[in-house]
């Protein structure tokens, strides 16, 4: 590649990583060796990826080539498909909740938690980093989006950390890193979507995702905790119960929302589609009427945002449906089982192999298209291994997660990019350390069911 199409790759994040490279070629000659159709399916959709086609225009866009080339259906059959992918109701939670989280952040029920987790926190070493990790878990039981919580809460803590004098790099990694508690604790947006593909309880998969998130949330403070030592961050405040009693009196109804979401899912009060509803009408409650943060202009803004997120995100779940459908309909989860079948009696090395898959797939490829496309293809074979459905969407999720921070998609960097007013490269050297704690999460969440499993099985079986 020439030096001015690298220049031009690397401001798009077009840059795909050599292992990604050679994953393509060698799915590629596998698809081949099954039908030449299948692997101008890949190789289109591939290049379209690596050019920067948005994604739900490349998943459309390959599938329609390849049903006009196989003439195997009518053209509008695509159409059909994509509406079908998109008919399902447990998808209303996702405009709901994505409406929820963009509430509070506009509300300033997002600055409150912070205030609370500093008044919480702060006194450790590194006390601002532990803060970052706090407020992601407190805030991770209201919006359930990563890009969300980095959006909102990485505005208010990179300026924080700035201000108190720690390292740039460490300020935006850990704020990336603690972002992907977000779709792991419930409410989660992925989840749902994983859910409707899997024909799995979206409940209990809330309830999966609690103890991985809290978890993740543990390994980022001792990360925290070894990097503030090595550099020689202060403690920035003493604990003080009076500043703790104030913090925790301004931000108590905030603070309900994560107990009325999550604790009305997992009790049965109602379902995660009335629990986002219930989550926008508390969120409008506190700031319309509670703080009077949200003026009429707040409110329309809020909206359209939503909106915007809302079709993206349905386009390419209708998008991914297609590619879903031929996939199934040529039989490549069962080439996909027999290709693995010497290895299905040692779950171990599967589970390996899934991971692996994942952590590639994550790179290049956004959650939601990733999610659809890749369940009908690799559920089949972790059941095949004896791994539960459930436990496994939260290795699936989290595996995506962590993919959300690396190049060349690595959307959370793009946001934390553009609130910090640094390079993408400086964000993603920064986010590097903060990968080790997760690696570790992950293996834990991937090898120890009962993490993933005790709660759900606890309360719904």
Known sequence: MSAPATSFAKRRGLLVPPIVVILAVLLCIFLALQGFYLSFLFASLFTMLVMGVPIAIGLAGSCLMYVYLTGQVPDVVVVHRMVNGVDSFPLLAIPFFILAGNLMNNGGITTRIFDFAKALMGWMRGGLGHVNVGASIIFSGMSGAAVADAGG??????????????DQDFSVGITAASSTIGPIIPPSLPMVIYGVMAGASVGQLFAAGLIPGLLMGAVLMVMITLLARRRGYPRDARFSVSFLRESAKRAFLSLLTPVIIVGGIISGAF???????????????LGVVVYRTLTWRRLLRV????????????????????FA???TSNQVTQHVVTLLGPFSDNPIVILLLINLVLLVVGCFMETIAAITILVPVLLP??????????????IMVLNLMIGLLTPPVGMVLYVLSRVSNISFEKCMRGTLPFLIPLFIALLLVTFVPAISMWLPTLVYR
């Open 303 to 322: 909206s359209m945002e939503t909106i915007e997120t809302t079709a993206i995100i349905l386009f390419i779940v209708a998008g991914a449906s297609i």
């Open 153 to 166: 809460l990485g505005t208010i803590e990179i300026k924080a950390m700035r201000d108190a004098g720690y």
């Open 381 to 394: 074979v972790a059941v095949a291994a004896g791994v539960d459905p459930v436990h496994f969407g939260v």
């Open 271 to 285: 379902t995660p589609t009335e629990a986002a509803i219930a989550a926008v009408i508390y969120a409008l409650f």
């Open 325 to 327: 459908w031929i996939l």
